[in-house]
């Protein structure tokens, strides 16, 4: 006996029935890539991206490695240079060892604008910016560059002034190579020596630019008119279906008692296929061959002008994709930082609402957000073609979507059996001795970028910078 005078609350919840929700879910997110892209249902499951023929691009970087503590250039990677695209190994080998190891400081001046261009230079480590004077004498600042890149190539091949003045933004680390280590080569290899040559005369021909058509405007008479045609790449690259899969298992017996409110097997299903949507979007940016991350043209990587992500910045993006731009894409921490350099500068961006969300937008052009954008959050992680990331640093990409557009486009088949969603199958693998039932669970997708300029990336964005207005 006690002294209640009425039922208790613990007593009559024996009697209650519960309010159920489905199963939550903390890893799923809006996916918002996944619903901007335009999507191309494949009938055969390759899709051949067919353009004109290109002149030889390489990914203007110079790669280097750390030989006890100190770095090396890697000697393959010296066939960036367009002359060197054919040299033996040896003499690769040769030139990688005449590079010497300068470290600089923030406001050294590492090249003088109309001083001799006796040395190349790679940027292993840091920030630099190119200014040139201008017409009327002003300073006028013309590009960043950052690790990998390297100074000034033309100047240094044809042993003529360096164009533009190259100033430290950060403390640094660089490789240099004196003039006279590549005169060496060529003295000694005809090979190197012709395509040195050839090189230093200037035939006109931009890497990366499509071979020309020729034509004729603007004549009077009766000129004999061009003959051209337009020239196809020879091994058009060619997109095959990737996907992301597992075996879903569900006991019968659960299934059979236990999916009174809830089918048991469709609830697995639904956060299973929640897994596997989150596993494409994060392939499609980041995956080291067809990522969007990975996929990205040399001239459309843009360097941050001080590292936080500035309006300067994104406008540059929007220079690179000037034609028909889609979307930015962010991690929240880039765009968040985004949001302070704008309201330091009193320009808030404006909010439109897209896929019933409110976004921010840059010049008209939406910011989406995603947690599958690299970011390095505390920890060291490896940025895009396997370049060590700083510590709280990440990137922003900008692009172009749509066929119609020569733009960015997502890729699935056109028909799956036991398909659920689009692109996603669901097939019954059977019941086990057991009593277990295995589904086959497979998400099939790609991406593609049909033209170079179709998307660009800001590299090296500070996310951890903040401000004091008070």
């Known amino acids: 006996m006690n002294d209640r005078l009425s039922l208790a609350p613990d007593a009559a919840r024996q009697l209650a029935t519960a309010t159920k929700t489905a199963p939550q879910m903390l890893g799923t997110t809006p996916r918002y890539l996944l619903r901007a892209l335009p999507w191309v249902d494949l009938k055969s499951g ?30 393959g990677d010296l066939r960036e240079l367009p002359y060197l695209r054919e040299a033996d190994e040896s003499l690769l080998t040769e030139l990688a060892d005449a590079f010497t190891e300068v470290r600089f400081e923030p ?49 240094w091949t044809r042993e003529e002034a360096t164009p533009y003045r190259v100033q430290a933004l950060t403390p640094g680390l660089a490789l240099c190579a004196e003039r006279r280590a590549l005169a060496a080569l060529a003295d000694r290899d005809e090979n190197v020596c012709g395509s040195l040559a050839a090189y230093a005369s200037g035939n006109g021909l931009r890497p990366g630019s499509e071979v020309p058509v020729d034509l004729t405007s603007g004549h009077v008479g009766e000129p004999d008119l061009p003959a051209t045609y337009v020239d196809y790449e020879d091994t058009p690259r060619e997109y095959h279906m990737t996907l992301a899969q597992t075996i879903l298992r569900v006991h019968t017996r659960v299934h059979d008692v236990y999916s009174g409110d809830f089918d048991q097997t469709r609830q697995q299903a639904l956060l299973t296929i929640e897994a596997l949507r989150e596993r494409q ?7 080291p061959e067809f990522g969007l991350f990975h996929n990205v043209a040399p001239g459309q990587r843009v360097q941050t002008r001080t590292g936080s992500p500035t309006p300067d910045d994104l406008d540059e993006l929007l220079a690179r994709v000037w034609k028909q731009p889609g979307y930015f894409l962010a991690h929240p921490k880039a765009i968040a930082a985004f949001g302070r350099e704008c309201t330091r500068r009193g320009v808030p ?63 699935r088949p056109g028909e799956v059996s036991d398909e659920v969603e689009p692109g996603l199958s669901m097939r019954n693998m059977g019941t086990d001795q ?20 179709a998307i660009a990336v800001l590299q090296n964005v500070e996310v951890n910078n903040y401000h004091d207005y008070s």
């Open 46 to 75: 390759v899709y051949r991206v067919n353009r004109r023929r290109t002149f030889v691009l390489g990914d203007d970087r110079i790669a280097t490695h750390s030989d006890g503590g100190s770095p090396r250039v890697v000697p």
């Open 107 to 155: 406001g050294q001046v590492l090249a003088q604008e109309g001083d001799p261009a006796d040395r190349l230079w790679i940027i292993v480590q840091g920030r630099a910016e190119k200014r040139v004077t201008g017409r009327y004498g002003e300073e006028q600042l013309i590009d960043v560059i950052g690790d990998g890149q390297f100074f000034d190539l033309g100047a």
């Open 349 to 411: 961006p404006v909010t439109d609402n897209r896929f019933g969300s409110p976004l921010l937008t840059w010049r008209g052009v939406p910011l989406i957000p995603s947690d599958k954008v690299p970011f390095s959050n505390g920890v060291r992680a490896n940025g895009a073609g396997g370049s060590a990331a700083a510590v709280g640093t990440t990137e922003i990409l900008l692009m172009r979507l749509g066929e119609a557009d020569r733009g960015v486009v997502g890729l």
């Open 434 to 453: 057991k009593g277990i039932t295995s589904y086959l669970m497979t998400a099939y997708f790609n991406t593609a970028v049909l033209v170079e300029d």
């Open 281 to 287: 979007e994060a392939a499609l940016l980041n995956h």
